[in-house]
């Protein structure tokens, strides 16, 4: 029998699954339009692991090197060509109605397969790809490089039929800086609601669970879950732990996430900071993100970027944990008036003021908390980006076939 279902093919330049950002938009997306009754098939590298009830295929290793990770370098080039070879084969044998580009790379290779087959192409914005080379310390500013990368960057901008963003913000940096307006939809990163919930845990597993971590009982306890990096704000963060803890606050920092996990442990030492002040959990898989955040009292979310999306405050709002973030437009999206807003961005001391007031009001943290949780599940829920995005392809696929 024939599959009358729309067809999608996602293309996913990245090791998808991990357990971070990106990858969580990615297979969120891909679940709401299942639900909405479409066939969604993911191209991706060859690495990563795969997910129950998605369609992934992978790209073939790299010849040098099979257990070669991708990052920011030019391996990422070969990865990307290896990519377009699965996904052209793809496109030919599967004939899908529509090109789905995650990230800029996405976007550029989807163009050529939206082309040859003339189907609609929608490029997922999730940040401006030169700002995070320049995050990563992967070009410098004032260079021809930079310029060349710019230029590549705003080509790949004006080729879609539309342009999603993870946030309103994104939405702005594309008019602003890439002089497009039209077909340029925010579409927010969401939270799976019913998965991420603070009655995950009992009373008594929360303490077992604690207490099985080396939290000293009696003490609040602040929780951070993503990419460990610099540019995620994560010394300042371990500064600003260490000057809680000169101050006597009663407070131990559980830190979830990868990569550079020995460095940052490092860093926490050199900072006087006790296994009992800072707990690293490293790699935290996606399926026990919510067991883990129910543990805080309180959530950090310190990035300095200010394009890129920042999902994980999601999380953290439907956990209704008090969440603590510099004060940056993407942070304002998420989190309103209910945030706790540490300035000035990048300023360790800042934020450790804004999480000693939190310290200091615990019951105005479990009030800030409920509410965050009902602002998430008024604006931010998966299923309603599903029905956004189905809305988007019908409107694409009827201009396709309107009279010329």
Not at 126 to 137: I, V
Not at 170 to 188: H, K, M, S, Y
Not at 233 to 250: S, T, V
Request: proline share 5%; aromatic share 10%; hydrophobic share 40%.
């Amino acid at each position: 029998m024939t599959d009358e279902r729309k067809r999608i093919l996602m293309l996913a330049p990245t090791s998808f699954f991990l357990d971070y950002g990106c990858h969580v938009r990615i297979l969120e997306e891909a679940q709401a339009l299942l639900a909405q009754g479409m066939a969604v098939r993911i191209a991706t590298y060859y690495m990563g692991r795969d997910w129950p009830g998605l369609d992934i295929i992978r790209s073939a290793p790299t010849p040098w090197r099979a257990d070669y990770e991708v990052g920011s370098s030019r391996h990422k080039i070969a990865f990307d060509v290896l990519l377009s070879l699965r996904a052209l084969w793809e496109a030919l044998r599967w004939r899908p109605h529509l090109i789905h580009g995650h990230l800029h790379e996405g976007a550029l290779i989807g163009s050529v397969l939206a082309h040859l087959h003339r189907v609609p192409l929608v490029f997922d914005f999730q940040g401006s790809m030169t700002s995070e080379m320049l995050d990563h310390h992967f070009i410098n500013p004032d260079t021809r490089a930079y310029y060349w990368w710019r230029r590549l960057e705003e080509r790949i901008v004006s080729l879609p039929d539309a342009v999603v963003t993870s946030t309103v913000h994104g939405a702005e940096v594309v008019a602003r800086d890439f002089g497009r307006e039209q077909n340029v939809i925010p579409l927010p990163d969401s939270v799976n609601l019913d998965f991420f919930t603070p009655s995950c845990l009992t009373t008594e597993m929360r303490s077992e669970r604690r207490a099985a971590l080396g939290i000293p009982e009696g003490r609040q306890v602040i929780v951070y879950l993503g990419l460990l990096a610099d540019y995620q704000g994560i010394p300042q963060m371990l500064q600003a732990a260490a000057q809680l803890r000169r101050r006597g606050y009663a407070v131990s920092f559980l830190i979830m996430g990868f990569p550079a996990v020995e460095h940052y442990q490092q860093m926490a030492r050199e900072l006087g900071l006790s296994h009992e002040d800072v707990i690293f959990t490293g790699k935290t898989r996606y399926e026990e993100a919510p067991t883990y955040l129910a543990l805080g009292d309180i959530a950090v979310a310190p990035k300095i970027s200010t394009t890129e999306g920042s999902g994980k405050i999601l999380n953290y709002m439907a956990m209704a944990l008090p969440t603590v973030v510099y004060d940056t437009p993407v942070s304002r999206e998420y989190l309103g008036k209910l945030g706790i807003y540490a300035e000035p961005v990048g300023d360790a001391t800042g934020l450790a003021r804004a999480l000693a007031f939190i310290l200091r009001n615990p019951g105005a943290g479990q009030e800030l908390g409920a509410k965050l949780r009902e602002r998430a599940e008024r604006y931010f829920s998966w299923q309603r980006t599903g029905r956004q995005l189905r809305r988007l392809y019908e409107g694409l696929w009827n201009k396709e076939q309107a009279p010329k």
